[in-house]
């Protein structure tokens, strides 16, 4: 059974910096698809970033491009989302996702997704 824990949100002032973490377990990720999604109150989820677990290339949001980060760690089967420069904009539940073979890289179409971690940005 797939599961994916989400960790690392919290409050912080615009301009700051946050670590999110998505903890996997239950099989081996290999080629798997590991991506962010995230959602505020009142709007529909959206896509942030993903990258292939076995490496290579990262996708990211438009409005995230070169200020976050998605990187893995693969002794502690760990994925990370390095947020910098963080906007008040910015503020949602982050959602961690995983899919072997998902329709879209961008699309809501993953079969696993955790919990999710509250990020607040203060202005």
């Known amino acids: 059974q797939v599961q994916l824990v989400e960790s690392g949100g919290g409050l912080v002032q615009a301009g700051g910096s946050l670590r999110l973490s998505c903890a996997a377990s239950?099989?081996?990720?290999?080629?798997?698809?590991m991506a962010w999604f995230r959602q505020a109150p009142g709007k529909e989820r959206e896509f942030v970033a993903a990258?292939?677990?076995?490496?290579?290339?990262?996708y990211y949001a438009y409005s995230v491009k070169g200020r976050f980060t998605i990187s893995r760690d693969n002794a502690k089967n760990t994925v990370y989302l390095q947020m910098n420069s963080l906007k008040p904009e910015d503020t949602a539940v982050y959602i961690c996702?995983?899919?072997?073979?998902?329709?879209?890289?961008?699309?809501?179409?993953?079969?696993?997704w955790g919990q999710g971690t509250q990020v607040t940005v203060s202005s």
């Open positions: 996702a995983a899919d072997p073979r998902p329709p879209t890289v961008g699309g809501a179409g993953y079969e696993y």
């Open positions: 239950g099989r081996a990720f290999s080629t798997w698809l």
């Open positions: 990258m292939r677990w076995s490496g290579g290339d990262t």
